[in-house]
Protein backbone atom coordinates (compact mmCIF):
# COMPACT_ATOMS: atom_id res chain seq x y z
CA UNK A 1 0.00 0.00 0.00
CA UNK A 2 1.35 3.29 -1.01
CA UNK A 3 1.59 5.91 1.90
CA UNK A 4 2.29 10.07 1.85
CA UNK A 5 4.05 9.60 4.88
CA UNK A 6 5.00 7.08 8.03
CA UNK A 7 2.63 9.56 10.35
CA UNK A 8 0.86 11.92 8.35
CA UNK A 9 -2.39 10.38 7.57
CA UNK A 10 -2.68 8.64 10.75
CA UNK A 11 -1.91 12.10 12.37
CA UNK A 12 -4.55 13.71 10.97
CA UNK A 13 -6.87 11.07 11.36
CA UNK A 14 -6.65 10.86 15.21
CA UNK A 15 -7.04 14.39 15.26
CA UNK A 16 -10.39 14.28 13.87
CA UNK A 17 -11.22 11.06 15.93
CA UNK A 18 -9.93 13.49 19.44
CA UNK A 19 -12.21 16.31 18.22
CA UNK A 20 -14.93 14.72 17.07
CA UNK A 21 -15.52 13.17 20.44
CA UNK A 22 -15.26 16.23 22.26
CA UNK A 23 -17.81 17.65 19.99
CA UNK A 24 -16.18 20.45 19.14
CA UNK A 25 -17.27 22.96 15.87
CA UNK A 26 -16.14 21.17 12.56
CA UNK A 27 -14.28 24.33 11.17
CA UNK A 28 -12.44 23.61 14.79
CA UNK A 29 -11.21 20.67 14.22
CA UNK A 30 -10.80 20.54 10.40
CA UNK A 31 -8.13 23.78 11.10
CA UNK A 32 -6.49 21.88 13.90
CA UNK A 33 -5.80 19.32 11.07
CA UNK A 34 -4.52 21.63 9.24
CA UNK A 35 -2.18 23.21 11.24
CA UNK A 36 0.12 19.75 11.65
CA UNK A 37 0.89 20.25 7.91
CA UNK A 38 2.90 22.32 6.10
CA UNK A 39 1.48 24.94 4.07
CA UNK A 40 2.23 26.88 0.85
CA UNK A 41 3.57 30.62 0.99
CA UNK A 42 0.17 31.60 -1.39
CA UNK A 43 -1.71 29.03 -3.08
CA UNK A 44 -5.21 29.44 -5.26
CA UNK A 45 -7.97 27.54 -6.09
CA UNK A 46 -10.10 28.63 -8.82
CA UNK A 47 -13.12 26.52 -10.16
CA UNK A 48 -11.27 25.36 -13.87
CA UNK A 49 -12.40 27.82 -17.20
CA UNK A 50 -14.33 25.45 -19.02
CA UNK A 51 -14.25 26.91 -22.43
CA UNK A 52 -12.28 26.22 -24.78
CA UNK A 53 -9.67 23.46 -24.52
CA UNK A 54 -9.26 22.37 -20.81
CA UNK A 55 -6.23 21.81 -19.70
CA UNK A 56 -5.40 18.25 -17.56
CA UNK A 57 -2.05 17.71 -15.24
CA UNK A 58 0.26 18.50 -12.68
CA UNK A 59 3.16 20.20 -12.92
CA UNK A 60 6.07 21.06 -10.23
CA UNK A 61 8.69 24.26 -11.29
CA UNK A 62 11.84 25.37 -9.96
CA UNK A 63 11.85 26.66 -6.11
CA UNK A 64 8.51 24.32 -5.34
CA UNK A 65 6.12 26.30 -7.55
CA UNK A 66 2.81 23.40 -8.48
CA UNK A 67 0.11 24.10 -10.91
CA UNK A 68 -2.71 21.53 -10.94
CA UNK A 69 -5.37 22.07 -13.78
CA UNK A 70 -8.50 20.29 -14.41
CA UNK A 71 -8.92 17.87 -11.52
CA UNK A 72 -11.98 17.30 -9.49
CA UNK A 73 -11.77 17.22 -5.33
CA UNK A 74 -10.96 13.71 -5.71
CA UNK A 75 -8.37 14.11 -7.93
CA UNK A 76 -6.88 16.17 -6.34
CA UNK A 77 -7.10 13.65 -3.01
CA UNK A 78 -5.70 11.23 -5.41
CA UNK A 79 -2.16 13.47 -5.48
CA UNK A 80 -2.58 14.80 -1.94
CA UNK A 81 -2.50 11.84 -0.34
CA UNK A 82 -0.80 9.57 -3.00
CA UNK A 83 -3.74 7.25 -3.49
CA UNK A 84 -5.17 5.15 -6.52
CA UNK A 85 -9.29 5.92 -7.72
CA UNK A 86 -10.34 2.80 -6.69
CA UNK A 87 -9.28 3.58 -2.60
CA UNK A 88 -11.60 7.12 -2.52
CA UNK A 89 -15.03 6.43 -1.75
CA UNK A 90 -17.42 9.07 -0.25
CA UNK A 91 -18.30 12.76 -0.61
CA UNK A 92 -21.30 14.45 -2.95
CA UNK A 93 -21.72 14.10 -6.68
CA UNK A 94 -19.47 17.60 -7.42
CA UNK A 95 -16.63 16.34 -5.41
CA UNK A 96 -16.12 14.09 -9.20
CA UNK A 97 -17.99 16.38 -11.33
CA UNK A 98 -16.35 20.30 -10.60
CA UNK A 99 -13.57 21.14 -11.88
CA UNK A 100 -10.68 23.26 -10.11
CA UNK A 101 -7.46 25.09 -11.20
CA UNK A 102 -4.89 25.19 -8.21
CA UNK A 103 -1.79 26.98 -8.30
CA UNK A 104 1.05 27.39 -5.09
CA UNK A 105 4.38 28.55 -4.57
CA UNK A 106 6.08 26.81 -1.30
CA UNK A 107 8.11 28.98 0.95
CA UNK A 108 11.97 29.16 -0.17
CA UNK A 109 12.99 28.02 3.11
CA UNK A 110 11.28 24.56 2.42
CA UNK A 111 13.84 24.77 -0.15
CA UNK A 112 12.29 21.81 -2.45
CA UNK A 113 14.95 19.88 -4.30
CA UNK A 114 12.48 16.92 -5.76
CA UNK A 115 10.37 18.35 -8.85
CA UNK A 116 9.31 15.12 -10.41
CA UNK A 117 5.32 14.52 -11.23
CA UNK A 118 2.74 12.84 -13.11
CA UNK A 119 -0.49 13.14 -14.49
CA UNK A 120 -2.10 12.51 -10.53
CA UNK A 121 1.21 12.34 -8.58
CA UNK A 122 3.77 14.68 -7.27
CA UNK A 123 7.12 13.29 -5.74
CA UNK A 124 7.92 15.55 -3.28
CA UNK A 125 6.34 14.70 0.43
CA UNK A 126 6.44 17.87 1.76
CA UNK A 127 4.46 19.31 -1.20
CA UNK A 128 1.76 16.86 -0.85
CA UNK A 129 1.52 17.37 2.61
CA UNK A 130 1.47 21.09 1.55
CA UNK A 131 -1.46 20.64 -1.05
CA UNK A 132 -3.40 18.41 1.86
CA UNK A 133 -3.87 21.20 3.77
CA UNK A 134 -5.23 23.55 1.14
CA UNK A 135 -7.81 20.65 0.50
CA UNK A 136 -8.54 20.35 4.18
CA UNK A 137 -8.80 24.33 4.49
CA UNK A 138 -10.38 25.82 1.15
CA UNK A 139 -12.69 22.57 0.57
CA UNK A 140 -13.03 21.96 4.55
CA UNK A 141 -12.59 18.43 3.64
CA UNK A 142 -13.16 15.92 6.61
CA UNK A 143 -12.17 12.33 5.98
CA UNK A 144 -11.23 8.96 7.87
CA UNK A 145 -10.26 5.77 6.86
CA UNK A 146 -11.75 2.35 6.70
CA UNK A 147 -10.38 -1.29 5.92
CA UNK A 148 -12.51 -3.82 3.15
CA UNK A 149 -11.43 -6.62 1.73
CA UNK A 150 -11.22 -6.20 -1.91
CA UNK A 151 -10.03 -7.85 -5.24
CA UNK A 152 -6.62 -6.88 -5.11
CA UNK A 153 -3.49 -7.57 -7.28
CA UNK A 154 0.17 -8.46 -5.76
CA UNK A 155 3.06 -7.57 -7.91
CA UNK A 156 6.00 -9.81 -7.10
CA UNK A 157 9.30 -11.20 -8.35
CA UNK A 158 8.78 -13.44 -10.92
CA UNK A 159 11.86 -15.84 -9.29
CA UNK A 160 13.95 -14.67 -12.41
CA UNK A 161 16.49 -12.28 -13.19
CA UNK A 162 14.59 -8.98 -13.70
CA UNK A 163 13.73 -7.75 -17.15
CA UNK A 164 15.09 -4.49 -16.41
CA UNK A 165 17.70 -2.92 -14.85
CA UNK A 166 18.74 -0.30 -12.66
CA UNK A 167 18.78 3.13 -13.85
CA UNK A 168 22.70 3.93 -14.87
CA UNK A 169 22.01 7.84 -14.45
CA UNK A 170 21.93 9.92 -11.32
CA UNK A 171 18.01 10.09 -10.66
CA UNK A 172 16.86 13.47 -12.22
CA UNK A 173 15.26 15.73 -9.69
CA UNK A 174 12.77 17.18 -12.05
CA UNK A 175 10.22 16.45 -14.69
CA UNK A 176 7.74 13.59 -15.33
CA UNK A 177 7.80 10.23 -13.78
CA UNK A 178 7.88 8.30 -16.83
CA UNK A 179 6.33 5.14 -17.12
CA UNK A 180 4.96 5.87 -20.97
CA UNK A 181 4.02 3.98 -24.40
CA UNK A 182 6.84 3.54 -26.68
CA UNK A 183 5.27 2.83 -30.06
CA UNK A 184 3.01 -0.03 -28.74
CA UNK A 185 4.29 -1.13 -25.53
CA UNK A 186 5.31 0.28 -22.40
CA UNK A 187 8.99 1.52 -21.12
CA UNK A 188 10.40 2.61 -17.62
CA UNK A 189 12.73 5.81 -17.29
CA UNK A 190 14.08 6.08 -13.54
CA UNK A 191 10.83 4.26 -11.67
CA UNK A 192 10.05 2.90 -8.57
CA UNK A 193 8.56 -0.15 -7.83
CA UNK A 194 5.77 1.75 -6.17
CA UNK A 195 5.53 3.80 -8.94
CA UNK A 196 5.02 1.20 -11.25
CA UNK A 197 2.29 -0.64 -8.67
CA UNK A 198 0.59 2.85 -8.93
CA UNK A 199 0.62 2.90 -12.20
CA UNK A 200 -1.03 -1.07 -12.77
CA UNK A 201 -3.85 -0.26 -10.01
CA UNK A 202 -4.94 2.57 -12.89
CA UNK A 203 -5.01 0.23 -15.59
CA UNK A 204 -6.26 -2.73 -13.85
CA UNK A 205 -9.21 -1.00 -11.64
CA UNK A 206 -7.91 -2.64 -8.42
CA UNK A 207 -5.15 -1.80 -6.13
CA UNK A 208 -1.91 -3.34 -6.67
CA UNK A 209 0.66 -4.07 -3.80
CA UNK A 210 4.36 -4.35 -4.75
CA UNK A 211 5.81 -7.09 -2.66
CA UNK A 212 9.02 -7.27 -4.84
CA UNK A 213 11.07 -6.42 -2.68
CA UNK A 214 13.12 -4.30 -5.21
CA UNK A 215 14.61 -1.18 -4.13
CA UNK A 216 15.61 2.07 -6.33
CA UNK A 217 14.72 3.18 -9.62
CA UNK A 218 14.39 1.32 -13.11
CA UNK A 219 14.93 1.36 -16.54
CA UNK A 220 13.27 -0.79 -19.50
CA UNK A 221 12.85 -0.39 -23.18
CA UNK A 222 11.02 -3.10 -25.29
CA UNK A 223 12.31 -4.57 -28.00
CA UNK A 224 10.12 -3.30 -31.16
CA UNK A 225 9.40 -6.11 -33.92
CA UNK A 226 7.75 -4.41 -36.24
CA UNK A 227 8.36 -0.08 -35.06
CA UNK A 228 7.00 1.24 -38.27
CA UNK A 229 3.59 -0.30 -38.41
CA UNK A 230 0.75 2.18 -37.10
CA UNK A 231 -0.03 2.20 -33.77
CA UNK A 232 -3.14 -0.47 -33.59
CA UNK A 233 -5.80 0.45 -30.48
CA UNK A 234 -4.41 -0.41 -27.45
CA UNK A 235 -5.95 -2.96 -25.34
CA UNK A 236 -4.51 -1.64 -21.86
CA UNK A 237 -5.38 -4.66 -19.66
CA UNK A 238 -3.38 -7.39 -21.90
CA UNK A 239 -0.70 -4.52 -22.81
CA UNK A 240 -0.28 -4.50 -19.17
CA UNK A 241 -0.25 -7.82 -18.27
CA UNK A 242 1.98 -8.17 -20.93
CA UNK A 243 4.49 -5.68 -19.48
CA UNK A 244 4.51 -7.21 -16.67
CA UNK A 245 5.47 -10.64 -17.74
CA UNK A 246 8.08 -9.33 -20.23
CA UNK A 247 9.81 -7.68 -16.65
CA UNK A 248 10.09 -11.36 -15.10
CA UNK A 249 7.51 -9.86 -12.26
CA UNK A 250 4.45 -11.62 -11.98
CA UNK A 251 0.73 -10.93 -10.24
CA UNK A 252 -1.31 -12.89 -8.09
CA UNK A 253 -4.77 -11.31 -7.96
CA UNK A 254 -6.99 -12.28 -4.22
CA UNK A 255 -8.28 -11.29 -1.45
CA UNK A 256 -7.19 -8.49 0.76
CA UNK A 257 -7.53 -5.66 3.21
CA UNK A 258 -7.47 -2.83 1.31
CA UNK A 259 -6.96 0.80 3.27
CA UNK A 260 -10.00 3.09 1.58
CA UNK A 261 -9.87 6.83 2.17
CA UNK A 262 -13.64 8.22 2.53
CA UNK A 263 -14.84 11.64 2.39
CA UNK A 264 -17.18 12.16 4.82
CA UNK A 265 -17.85 16.10 3.89
CA UNK A 266 -16.29 18.72 1.52
CA UNK A 267 -17.48 21.85 1.20
CA UNK A 268 -17.41 24.01 -2.65
CA UNK A 269 -13.94 26.67 -2.04
CA UNK A 270 -14.86 30.40 -2.80
CA UNK A 271 -12.69 31.49 -5.89
CA UNK A 272 -9.37 33.30 -4.65
Given at each position: ?????????????????????????????????????????????????L???????????????????????????R??????????????A?T???????????????????????????????????????????????????T???D???L??????????????????AG??????????????????????????????????????????????????????????????????????????????T??????????????????
Amino acid sequence: MVRTSQWTLPLLLAMFASTACAQEPRTAHVNDAAAALPEFEVASVKPTDLRGQVKLGTSVYPGGRVQILGCELQALIRIAFHLTTQRITGGAAWTSQVKYDVEAVAPKEAAIKDLRYGLFEISDERLRQMLQSVLIRRFQLEFHTATESADVYILESGGRQPGFHETSAAPSSAGQVRIFWNKRQLALDAVTMPQLAKFLSGVLGAPVLDQTGLSGRFDYTPERTDPDSPDPKIDMVAAALNFVHELHLKLQRTKGPVEIFVIDRAEKPSPN
